[in-house]
């Protein structure tokens, strides 16, 4: 079973974080990929290089400096970083962004009614899985960021989650997959202010009615979606948790159909 | 026979120069390999920073701040350009930094007598030529950066004409191949002032008696040294010259024992 495993900001932004996390996810058997998000660091150059972030709806518009300041933090530092940190671990990582060997292929979002700049959503055929599983095979550990390609010459900033549930469920298409969405909670909660109220199964069914009764915040709508999706397509084991529950799995909340 | 490439700043900074270079690139039948050097888009970025460059003896001081920006610009911005241009050209290309798949091993320069920093010198056996010949032979393109790393999880700036030349050397030992160092040159000059004095051929013993008479300009003989290097080590086709000369094997100057 190869292992999917999808970190966010809240790791990439703490050295003591990440190195914990990557002992954990370097001392999972068998196959297994990482995907990462972005963090802070690209706000941060952003903001010493000058630009002015414009949010639209509360997404951040990537106009062209912006897309080569994502491009540098994620494909560049963070994804290096985090492989660099993996090969000392004795985990054969590679880092690869969705150009490279045309891993994930993404359409650029139409302009109207907002035009979000160099943003991509995912083509659900996009994933190489070929290659991925390829790698796989060899034991290799691929380590994706969310930086895409639209096989013209144009790089897009996709967002991470879709990523991970997209590989997991290509994945699950040749093999049996699995995948755990890290975030900063320990799972998803009855009452979002109260950490230790994690519900240890979430279903397609329970979704909807915690959607419609408003009992679900809004930032897991997506999340949710997205693992239920994985589910769906065939992802045998679809988990949210706190990534310093890794090696925990029944830690977080499993979600099922 | 694999064609392994070298290209430099001046190719990387100038879009017309690189979309034409990339055209040829991509139409070179056969298996091929581009490494790229820096460029100025990293001292402009540690400018915008306000980072000081150090420089010493004529080379750069690579501090921790410094690391990360040609991590950012060299791992990320330039190669993952290069990456989706290629594939725009139906050239499968895959952007790894030392790193990724453990492709490049270096070891930190050693402190004394002058500290750079983390610059890194190539291990004689630190290529992953397994590794490299294994894409190679999948129809993939390797693009390189000279962005290497310690196996102990730090990454180390490294020189990417020796980049080039180990892979290209570690390479001859398992198939047939070529290098084709590209520099802002149209060959090795007889006078460095006259561009028309392209000397065709450069031998070992050649280059011996020019050092002597002091007749190779001061920053060809570490690139003539790399380059004859390749040849001892049975590299079949060894050449430098201007990148828009890549299709034309006839132009610049070839290098033999």
Do not use: W
Request: proline fraction near 4%; include cysteine; charged fraction near 20%.
């Amino acid at each position: 079973m190869v292992n999917v495993v999808k970190i966010g900001g809240n790791i990439v932004d703490n050295p003591e974080a990440l190195d914990s996390f990557l002992n954990d996810f370097a001392s999972l058997s068998g196959p297994k990929v990482l995907i990462h998000g972005g963090g802070k660091e690209a706000t941060r150059l952003s903001k010493a290089l000058g630009l002015e972030a414009r949010m639209v709806e509360g997404r951040r518009i990537t106009d062209r400096q912006t897309l080569d300041v994502v491009t540098m933090v994620y494909a560049g530092l963070i994804n290096k970083r985090i492989v660099a940190m993996l090969q000392a671990r004795g985990c054969n990582a590679i880092g690869l962004s969705g150009a490279d060997g045309n891993t994930i292929a993404a359409t650029r979002r139409p302009a109207d009614p907002v035009d979000f700049g160099f943003v991509g959503d995912l083509v659900p055929t996009g994933i190489n899985v070929g290659f991925l599983s390829g790698l796989i095979d060899q034991g290799y550990t691929p380590v994706l960021c969310a930086i895409c390609h639209d096989k013209n010459g144009t790089l897009l900033n996709c967002n991470a989650d879709s990523v991970a549930g997209n590989v997991a469920r290509s994945l699950a298409g040749v093999m049996s997959a699995a995948i755990t969405f890290c975030f900063e909670k320990p799972g998803v909660l009855a009452d979002p202010d109260d950490d230790s109220s994690v519900i240890p199964v979430v279903t397609g069914d329970m979704f909807a009615q915690m959607r419609e009764s408003g009992a679900v915040a809004k930032g897991m709508v997506p999340k949710l979606q997205n693992a239920l999706s994985c589910c769906a397509d065939g992802v045998e084991h679809v988990r949210i948790c706190d990534a310093a529950a890794l090696l925990h799995p029944d830690a977080g909340t499993t979600v099922k159909i």
